[in-house]
């Protein structure tokens, strides 16, 4: 394990410094801060590093931690884990990050690590979280958390038997055109909810004439690839954490283009869906219908969007924006095919204000996960949660495999 510990500086301060009866009593003046050591698996691939890295966990250190209802503060320290130990000391380099190893076991084995962030690729995740519940680490993991329903299930199981925290990235829920659509719903602004349509995806280039701008193995089956197992987790907990728990889903999946080239210029076989079109029956009687794919050239205001209608209003929120049209200022239209249309619907809906202040979502779902390990609250968003992400992509798959409508189990820890 790579490590840099300047305490001979640190100690020499110290000594300089407590003797002074006048900087001791400001020292004894300070808010608490404990450090938080987390193991961070996988940081070099494009998530890992960008959101979770970057704009989460080194945010967080760079502003003094986060303040606890009681005064006190948590502040985090990181240990960067990978394949390659020259990449590591490049990164840990670049950001001022003192420890990194190419050694999992040594990083699980040492107690000042109290928390294991898994960033890896799905087929190298499950592994990976075993290993961290046999050390006793708190788990906090992107999804999905494993490659089966059962296997994510199990997960959940043996984090429960042991006691041990877990949390898993519910990300887009922290989307700011999300939160203001979960503020429409908690005010009754649309009545009884009738349906949900949302829009995912655009055109990720073959890689032939136009390098591609997501990964290869993202279109290999074998390699833990396709559009289904990626987004419908996510699809998962905005339907259940927005309007009702998904209790039946028919999928049709297509691997559009067959043929793609890889990293380095050579053509492969695209083994996994490119695009799946799914149909989402919700509790309470809620029909969602989400297309998600990557063969579609965008045509619409941001590359993911909602469109909700219930009996007393209508929203269209993406990323950011969020509009509204309610059933008062809703037109009346008639269908004539013999005259054009002159009437501008887009003018009869009204751009929904920004009344909150809207941070990254990764740092606001990791700030939450932090707090409430210190505080010993309960985290809904665990691996339980994950198991039901990753058992709706497997009834996704199996309805398109059979061409028909697959209820979903229900999953316990009992």
Do not use: C
């Not at 995912?200 to 833990?224: L, M, T």
């Not at 050579?266 to 799914?278: L, N, V």
């Amino acid at each position: 394990m790579n490590q840099h510990h300047p305490t001979e500086s640190r100690t020499t301060m110290s000594e300089t410094t407590t003797l002074a009866p006048a900087a001791a009593a400001a020292s004894d003046s300070r808010p608490q801060v404990r450090e938080i050591g987390i193991i961070m698996n996988g940081v070099s691939g494009r998530m890992g590093y960008r959101q979770h890295l970057v704009r989460s966990i080194l945010a967080i250190r760079d502003q003094g931690g986060i303040e606890l209802p009681d005064g006190s503060r948590v502040t985090v320290k990181p240990i960067l884990v990978g394949r390659s130990a020259a990449k590591l000391a490049e990164l840990a380099a670049k950001h001022g990050i003192e420890d990194y190893t190419s050694d999992l076991d040594a990083a699980l084995a040492d107690p000042r690590w109290e928390i294991y962030a898994d960033f890896l690729v799905t087929k190298a995740r499950s592994s990976a979280l075993r290993k961290a519940i046999a050390a006793g680490k708190t788990i906090y993991t992107e999804k999905p958390t494993a490659e089966t329903a059962d296997e994510a299930l199990e997960l959940a199981k043996l984090a429960d038997a042991a006691g041990i925290k877990t949390g898993v990235v519910h990300d887009k829920l922290y989307l700011p055109g999300l939160q203001k659509l979960k503020r429409l719903i908690d005010s009754g602004f649309f009545g009884r909810i009738l349906s949900v349509r949302g829009e995912f995806g655009y055109w990720v280039f073959e890689g032939d004439w136009q390098p591609a701008q997501r990964p290869s193995w993202n279109y290999r089956v074998e390699d833990g690839g396709g559009i289904i197992v990626d987004m419908f987790p996510h699809w998962n907990y905005v339907l259940e954490n927005l309007f009702g728990k998904v209790e039946t889903v028919y999928a049709q999946a297509a691997t559009h283009i067959p043929t793609r080239w890889d990293e380095s210029g050579d053509p492969y076989e695209a083994t996994a869906e490119d695009a799946a079109y799914g149909i989402f029956e919700l509790e309470g009687g809620t029909i969602a219908q989400i297309n998600s794919s990557w063969t579609v050239r965008v045509n619409r205001d941001e590359l993911v969007e909602f469109h909700v209608d219930g009996t007393h209003g209508s929203a269209v929120v993406g990323l950011f924006g969020a509009k509204i049209q309610h059933r008062n200022a809703t037109p009346k239209p008639v269908w004539n095919p013999d005259l054009a249309d002159d009437h501008d619907y887009d003018a009869d809906w009204a751009e929904l204000p920004v009344n909150d202040v809207f941070q990254n979502g990764f740092r606001q779902q990791w700030e939450e996960f932090l707090t409430s390990y210190v505080l010993g609250t309960p985290y809904e968003f665990d691996l339980l949660s994950g198991a039901r992400g990753v058992l709706l992509a497997e009834a996704g798959l199996e309805s398109s495999r059979e061409g028909r409508k697959i209820a979903l189990r229900t999953l316990t820890l009992e």
